[in-house]
């Protein structure tokens, strides 16, 4: 190689220094908060899996329940198991 040739890149460098970087899907497909982090409960009342987390409470026993929200007709409801 010759000193008066430059090595050339195949990657150009992003415009305006902004650095291009990979995001991943939409909101609300797969990975929102609270939707997906009710671990794909179902509303016993309509059926919908527009469930989201909505608290804790305790059981007689002392231990906690996780209580939901179902964003379809608003009720709350404890999942069982």
Same mark, same amino acid.
């Given at each position: 190689m %010759?000193? #008066?040739e430059t %090595?050339?890149?195949d990657v150009n460098p992003p415009?305006?220094?902004r650095l291009e970087v990979p995001v991943g899907p939409p909101r609300g497909v797969g990975g929102g908060c609270?939707?997906?982090q009710a671990e794909r409960a179902t509303c016993p009342w309509c059926s #919908? #899996?527009?469930v989201v987390k909505n608290?804790?409470?305790r059981l007689a026993s002392g231990d906690r329940a996780q209580r939901y %929200?179902?964003?379809a007709c608003r009720r709350t409801?404890?999942?069982a198991g």
């Amino acid at each position: 190689m %010759l000193p #008066s040739e430059t %090595l050339q890149h195949d990657v150009n460098p992003p415009p305006h220094g902004r650095l291009e970087v990979p995001v991943g899907p939409p909101r609300g497909v797969g990975g929102g908060c609270g939707e997906q982090q009710a671990e794909r409960a179902t509303c016993p009342w309509c059926s #919908s #899996s527009r469930v989201v987390k909505n608290g804790t409470f305790r059981l007689a026993s002392g231990d906690r329940a996780q209580r939901y %929200l179902c964003r379809a007709c608003r009720r709350t409801f404890v999942k069982a198991g």
